[in-house]
């Protein structure tokens, strides 16, 4: 009988950590509960070498409960920002900041912060599936969001793969505004000016000075007027400075969208895949260490500010009851195999 995976609860200081580990070592992927965050994402390079880390996530409780940077942070019920902290929804107007005056960013959610338990785990010889659930979001629990949420996040770690898919279900009695997102930072060399990015897209989201998308029509920017921003045909990144939403994305066999980064030098790459959604890139030059080591490749449902946008309002909509799942992940590609 062949050997399976391996499923293993550690700790990152005081956070628990459940790690997942191939049967030949070829593939290891360690997740915090809090957040169902992915800490590390190692991978076998080639077909004798040691497994190499392909993710730039927390090193350590402190960083993981900072949040510096959103490394890896599963985005819900709102990816990317909300201007001002405040939107309209249902003919009510919510403030997420309540009493804030000054700096009033609010990004990326509550669920990366949120407790989640691991409520089933299941290992086979080629991959290891694991399914978090978390009910932190309730009407009491944030300001400016009365909605009663459930979510469930399942990982699938096989070889050179790791898929997610994040679902929400409505437990409240009121419609929610709700879209997920993932915000992981990848590497396959440092720093990364060298490698190649090709993004199927063919929409760039235009955006003021504080990030948040122009109104209505203005913020589609076909790439076709904006080359410098085109990554349809793969481009070597350089010093490119990235904080930008790219959208229509065209979809390959059986509607997965992969945005592709690849290492020139060896020929790896790694495939951010999606169904449905935007493509967030960041390219790292503000956080607070290691700057343009590595660069974010975020798949999100929704585009920022999407909760003060009437357009998306349809989209959004997640009815008492009703439960709607984003799928996305990795695969990892090299010459070898």
């Known amino acids: 009988m ?22 030949d070592g070829s593939a290891r992927a360690v997740l915090a509960l809090r957040g169902a965050t992915l800490l590390s994402w190692q991978v076998r390079r080639g077909a004798a070498g040691q497994p190499a880390e392909l993710t730039d996530g927390y090193r350590d409780e402190a960083e993981l409960l900072s949040q510096d940077g959103v490394r890896a942070g599963l985005l819900a019920p709102f990816p990317n920002r909300v201007a001002d902290g405040r939107y309209r929804w249902s003919g009510r107007d919510h403030d997420l900041l309540p009493g804030r005056h000054g700096d009033r960013t609010i990004y990326h959610g509550f669920a990366r912060e949120a407790r989640f338990e691991l409520v089933k785990a299941a290992t086979k ?3 290891a599936h694991l399914l978090l659930h978390t009910r932190a979001i309730t ?5 400016g969001y009365p909605f009663a949420l459930d979510l469930e996040v399942e990982y699938t770690v096989c070889g050179r793969e790791l898929g997610i898919a994040v679902r929400a279900t409505n437990v409240g009695d009121a419609t929610a505004p709700y879209a997920a997102g993932w915000h992981p930072y990848f590497t396959l060399s440092r720093p ?4 190649v990015l090709q993004i199927p897209a063919h929409t760039l989201i235009r955006t003021d000075a504080s990030l948040i998308p122009l109104r209505g029509e203005d913020a589609l920017l076909p790439l076709d007027r904006c ?17 930008a939403c790219f ?24 495939r951010v895949w999606q169904y449905g959604g935007y493509m ?23 585009m920022t500010d999407a909760f003060n946008r009437p357009e998306h309002a349809a989209a959004l909509s997640l009815a008492p009851g ?11 590609m090299s010459p070898d195999h």
């Open 139 to 143: 009407p009491s629990r944030y300001a």
């Open 2 to 23: 062949a050997a399976e995976y391996q499923i293993a609860e550690g700790s990152l200081g005081g956070e628990p950590t459940v790690t997942v580990s191939a049967p």
């Open 247 to 270: 959208a229509d994305l065209s979809p390959g066999p059986g509607g997965r969208a992969e945005t592709v980064l690849s290492d020139p030098a060896t020929g790896d790459e790694l």
């Open 322 to 332: 009703q439960q709607r799942e984003f799928r996305f992940g990795v695969t990892y």
């Open 280 to 302: 967030h890139v960041f390219t790292g030059d503000t956080l607070a260490r290691d700057r343009r080591a590595s660069i974010a490749l975020e798949p999100v449902e929704a």
């Open 125 to 127: 010889s080629d991959s």
């Open 192 to 195: 990364i000016d060298d490698l």
């Open 227 to 243: 080359p410098d921003r085109d990554f349809r045909t793969p481009r070597r990144l350089g010093d490119a400075v990235i904080d």
